[in-house]
């Protein structure tokens, strides 16, 4: 059953839109209008439907309502009859913006595309200008669908040219990637994910870390992760990367959790990727160890707005350079949503470390989908190691080589990746 979920979902990109396309050629703008509203209401609603993000959920269904309806009917009233194949995807993508520009993640402002995980040649028509690309091209293909049923078959034609000619690219971009991710020499990484106890009470939430007694217990939290990086270094792995938020510090905590860690780190030749929540300052943050000590630092930067401490200074991902003289980049969760991180991770060229958070009840299968777009537009490979979620490593192609949730227990995930 998930299998067909995962494979026919990607479905609703291609075709949420042509009810609205055929109102827009065959209607009232205002019929346009309100049918759109209620798509890009409901649609972008669907991202913050959990108790951690409820509160964002007016303000979301609200400006992706009046944005996908005002968008859609100054499309029906200035494009009529076949100009609509170029109206009308335009107007999509301006829909989108109001919210990316307010700050919302990509899985929240451009539900279009959020779907496309499973198709990987789909995802990768992103390479030609970001999701906003493909954005277009679902929005594309609904219009050619309502110009053909209308009788304009000469631009139902081009539009349809449209989505061939950009799928066939991201076809190819998917075979060089692929061609790509399976040269050079084997890295060895590893997602070791070992969740706390939740404070015990209510829904699941995103922010369980901060709540949980357990979570600000150094010295158990050490512990409790220890024999499982041991196992990640015994099964070769030269890279770990441990979840976000993995304890809270305070009182000198910071101080003692980056020692354990860097014990760890010498003790196992390794490199580890440590998150944490700095309650003192207060931050969200990771600290790259490896042999040397402390090699890096990086704040998350698109904190969740109202639950978490905005950013201390604006960041690359990296490279940051390790004492084997190797280089990595880092990202913090939510980050991954954002084009820009996708931007420095393509600059940077070096796998991609991504310490996360997420809850159960559907939305860490939804974030997790999401991280694919990280991997294809940064093209670099990525380890995602997620608390109360889904640990996954991908290659530079988006391609999953390993995923596993932490909701059946410890989490230690290994594979090669390459590049």
């Given at each position: 059953?998930?299998?067909?979920?995962?494979?026919?979902?990607?479905?609703?990109?291609?075709?949420?839109?042509?009810?609205?396309?055929?109102?827009?050629?065959?209607?009232?703008?205002?019929?346009?209008?309100?049918?759109?509203?209620?798509?890009?209401?409901?649609?972008?609603?669907?991202?913050?439907?959990?108790?951690?993000?409820?509160?964002?959920?007016?303000?979301?269904?609200a400006t992706s309502a009046v944005s996908w309806g005002a968008c859609a009917a100054l499309a029906a009233w200035l494009a009529s009859g076949p100009w609509l194949v170029v109206a009308f995807p335009l107007a999509m993508v301006a829909a989108v913006l109001p919210l990316r520009l307010i700050g919302a993640p990509r899985f929240v402002n451009n539900p279009l595309v959020r779907t496309q995980?499973?198709?990987?040649?789909?995802?990768?028509?992103?390479?030609?200008?970001?999701?906003?690309?493909?954005?277009?091209?679902?929005?594309?293909?609904?219009?050619?669908?309502?110009?053909?049923?209308?009788?304009?078959?000469?631009?139902?034609?081009?539009?349809?040219?449209?989505?061939?000619?950009?799928?066939?690219?991201?076809?190819?971009?998917?075979?060089?990637?692929?061609?790509?991710?399976?040269?050079?020499?084997?890295?060895?990484?590893?997602?070791?994910?070992?969740?706390?106890?939740?404070?015990?009470?209510?829904?699941?939430?995103?922010?369980?870390?901060?709540?949980?007694?357990?979570?600000?217990?150094?010295?158990?939290?050490?512990?409790?992760?220890?024999?499982?990086?041991?196992?990640?270094?015994?099964?070769?792995?030269?890279?770990?990367?441990?979840?976000?938020?993995?304890?809270?510090?305070?009182?000198?905590?910071?101080?003692?959790?980056?020692?354990?860690?860097?014990?760890?780190?010498?003790?196992?030749?390794?490199?580890?990727?440590?998150?944490?929540?700095?309650?003192?300052?207060?931050?969200?943050?990771?600290?790259?160890?490896?042999?040397?000590?402390?090699?890096?630092?990086?704040?998350?930067?698109?904190?969740?707005?109202?639950?978490?401490?905005?950013?201390?200074?604006?960041?690359?991902?990296?490279?940051?350079?390790?004492?084997?003289?190797?280089?990595?980049?880092?990202a913090i969760c939510v980050d991954l949503d954002y084009s820009d991180t996708a931007r420095s991770a393509r600059r940077a060229g070096a796998l991609l470390a991504v310490p996360s958070n997420d809850w159960f009840g559907g939305f860490e299968v939804l974030h997790h989908h999401s991280a694919v777009w990280a991997a294809v537009m940064g093209g670099v490979p990525v380890v995602r190691s997620?608390?109360?979620?889904?640990?996954?490593?991908?290659?530079?192609?988006?391609?999953?080589?390993?995923?596993?949730?932490?909701?059946?227990?410890?989490?230690?995930?290994?594979?090669?990746?390459?590049?």
């Open positions: 059953m998930s299998t067909t979920k995962n494979v026919l979902l990607p479905l609703f990109g291609w075709f949420a839109l042509l009810p609205v396309a055929l109102l827009a050629l065959l209607r009232t703008p205002l019929e346009a209008g309100l049918a759109a509203a209620l798509v890009g209401g409901l649609a972008s609603a669907a991202g913050v439907w959990s108790r951690t993000l409820r509160h964002n959920l007016p303000l979301t269904a995980q499973p198709w990987l040649a789909v995802v990768h028509t992103a390479r030609l200008g970001g999701d906003l690309m493909t954005t277009a091209v679902l929005a594309t293909a609904s219009t050619s669908v309502a110009l053909a049923l209308g009788g304009y078959l000469g631009s139902a034609a081009a539009g349809t040219g449209f989505v061939v000619a950009v799928l066939t690219f991201g076809w190819a971009s998917l075979r060089r990637a692929t061609a790509r991710a399976g040269q050079g020499s084997p890295h060895r990484v590893a997602a070791v994910v070992v969740d706390g106890e939740p404070p015990g009470h209510g829904e699941p939430t995103g922010v369980v870390s901060t709540e949980s007694p357990e979570y600000r217990d150094v010295e158990g939290t050490l512990a409790r992760y220890r024999p499982h990086v041991e196992e990640a270094a015994r099964q070769g792995a030269r890279v770990i990367v441990l979840p976000e938020a993995s304890v809270v510090t305070e009182n000198g905590g910071e101080a003692r959790w980056c020692a354990g860690v860097e014990a760890w780190a010498r003790a196992l030749d390794v490199a580890i990727v440590a998150g944490f929540f700095d309650a003192a300052t207060p931050r969200n943050t990771l600290a790259v160890i490896d042999t040397s000590g402390v090699a890096a630092r990086y704040d998350k930067q698109h904190p969740a707005r109202g639950a978490e401490p905005p950013p201390v200074a604006k960041m690359e991902v990296g490279p940051h350079r390790l004492a084997t003289g190797e280089a990595l980049s880092t997620t608390g109360h979620g889904i640990s996954s490593i991908y290659d530079g192609a988006g391609q999953v080589l390993k995923q596993q949730s932490s909701a059946d227990g410890p989490v230690v995930l290994v594979a090669d990746v390459r590049g």
